[in-house]
C-alpha cells in the first residue's frame, strides 16, 4: 500500500505571496491533518479534514486555509506569506478521526522556505 | 484542556545505553497514548500506542505502559542503538473532542 505522498517537497517563496501544497493520503483513509513544524514552536496542528468537512482547526491565521477532496486528497493554501511561515509543513492521514484514537500515518513534508 | 508535557532535550547516550524519556498528561477523559518517532529528513511514524490503562506498548525493543495513577506514559529502551538517534514525540488522542495533542519532542542523540 502506498505511503502519504505530499508535493512539492521544497519549495521557496517570497513575502507576500501565495503557496498551495498538497497531500494524497493513504487509500481508504477519510482523514488528512496538517502541522506545521518549526525549530522553536514544535508541532503545531493547523486543521484536520474528514469526509471533505474541517473537523477541527489550530489557532492559525486565517490566512491558513485548505480543503479535501472527494478523493480524500486535500491541499493547504497560505496567503500573503510571511518570513515566519518558513516551516516543515507535515500532511497525516488517518482511517477515521485523529482524535478517535487511529494511528495517524505521516507524509515526508513540504519544506517551505520564505525569503 | 488536554495537554502532554515531555521532558526537554537534547538527550545525549551511549550506543547500549538505558533510555528514559519521560511524559505526563492532562486529560478529563479516557484518551489515547502515542508515541511517534520522527527520523532525520522523515515524518514522523507511530512508534507505540496504548488505548487504556495499563495497557502496555512495546515495538523495535521500546515499551511505555499506560498508567493512569500517574497520568504517564514514559517512553523506556534497555539498550539503545545509534539508528535510535531521532525525535521522539508523545501524543493523547480524546474521542471527546475528536483532537489529538502533540509534545514538544524529545531529541535523542546515541553516540557509538
Known amino acids: 500500500k502506498a505511503g502519504v505522498t505530499q508535493t512539492p517537497r521544497y519549495l521557496i517563496k517570497t513575502r507576500g505571496q501565495q503557496v498551495t501544497l498538497s497531500c494524497s493520503p493513504i487509500s481508504g483513509h477519510r482523514s488528512v491533518s496538517w502541522y506545521q513544524q518549526t525549530p522553536g514552536q514544535g508541532l503545531q496542528f493547523l486543521f484536520e479534514y474528514f469526509s471533505e468537512t474541517q473537523r477541527n482547526k489550530g489557532n492559525f491565521p486565517g490566512r491558513f486555509s485548505g480543503r479535501q477532496f472527494s478523493n480524500s486528497r486535500s491541499e493547504m493554501n497560505v496567503s500573503t506569506l510571511e518570513l515566519g511561515d518558513s516551516a516543515l509543513y507535515l500532511c497525516?492521514?488517518?482511517?477515521?478521526?485523529?482524535?478517535?484514537?487511529?494511528?495517524?500515518?505521516f507524509g515526508p513534508g513540504t519544506r517551505l522556505t520564505v525569503l | 484542556g488536554n495537554s502532554v508535557t515531555q521532558m526537554e532535550g537534547p538527550v545525549t547516550l551511549s550506543e547500549e545505553a538505558f533510555l528514559t524519556i519521560n511524559c505526563t498528561y492532562t486529560?478529563?477523559?479516557?484518551?489515547?497514548l502515542f508515541w511517534y518517532v520522527q527520523y532525520p529528513g522523515e515524518g514522523l511514524q507511530l512508534l507505540l500506542k496504548a488505548t487504556k490503562a495499563d495497557d502496555k506498548g512495546s515495538n523495535k525493543g521500546f515499551e511505555a505502559t499506560y498508567r493512569k495513577e500517574t497520568t504517564s506514559f514514559h517512553l523506556e529502551k534497555g539498550s539503545v542503538q545509534v539508528s535510535d538517534s531521532a525525535v521522539y514525540f508523545c501524543?493523547?488522542?480524546?474521542?471527546?473532542?475528536?483532537?489529538?495533542?502533540f509534545g514538544k519532542g524529545t531529541r535523542l542523540h546515541i553516540l557509538p
Open positions: 497525516a492521514s488517518s482511517p477515521g478521526l485523529a482524535g478517535a484514537g487511529d494511528t495517524q500515518y
Open positions: 501524543a493523547l488522542s480524546d474521542r471527546r473532542d475528536d483532537k489529538i495533542i
Open positions: 486529560a478529563t477523559g479516557y484518551p489515547s
